[in-house]
C-alpha cells in the first residue's frame, strides 16, 4: 500500500523558514521522480517543485525559485523541501506526489501559514 506522509508544515512569520519532510513507502522510492504541490485557500492545486529519482531538482515554480529547496534521501524514502524567505503568499496545504500519471498518489498534505 502506497503511503505519503508529510509532516513539517506550521505558523511562521514573513521571512522565516520551515522544511517539509514526506516519508514514501509502498513502491520503490529511489526510481521515481517526485513532487511538491501546494493548494493556497480558494484556488486550485500548482505543482510547485520536482525533482528527479537521483535528487536532482528539475522545476521549481517561478514565484518560489530561489527561496525554495528539494532534496530528497533515498536511504530513508524521504522527500525534503526547505522553505526560507516565506512570504504570505506561500500560505498553503503542501502535497508530497508520486507522479505515475492518471494515478498519481498523494499524502494528506501539511499546512503552512505565513502570518505577520
Known amino acids: 500500500q502506497v503511503q505519503l506522509v508529510e509532516s513539517g508544515g506550521g505558523l511562521v512569520q514573513p521571512g522565516g523558514s520551515l522544511r517539509l519532510s514526506c516519508i514514501a513507502s509502498g513502491f520503490s522510492f529511489k526510481t521515481w521522480a517526485m513532487d511538491w504541490y501546494r493548494q493556497a485557500p480558494g484556488k486550485g492545486r500548482e505543482l510547485g517543485a520536482t525533482?528527479?529519482?537521483?535528487?536532482?531538482?528539475?522545476y521549481y515554480k517561478d514565484s518560489v525559485k530561489d527561496r525554495f529547496t528539494s532534496s530528497r534521501d533515498n536511504t530513508k524514502n524521504t522527500l525534503y523541501l526547505q522553505m526560507d524567505s516565506l512570504k504570505v503568499e506561500d500560505t498553503a496545504v503542501y502535497y508530497c506526489?508520486?507522479?505515475?500519471?492518471?494515478?498519481?498518489?498523494w499524502g494528506q498534505g501539511t499546512q503552512v501559514t505565513v502570518s505577520p
Open positions: 525533482i528527479s529519482s537521483t535528487g536532482r531538482p528539475t
Open positions: 506526489v508520486w507522479p505515475i500519471g492518471s494515478q498519481n498518489h
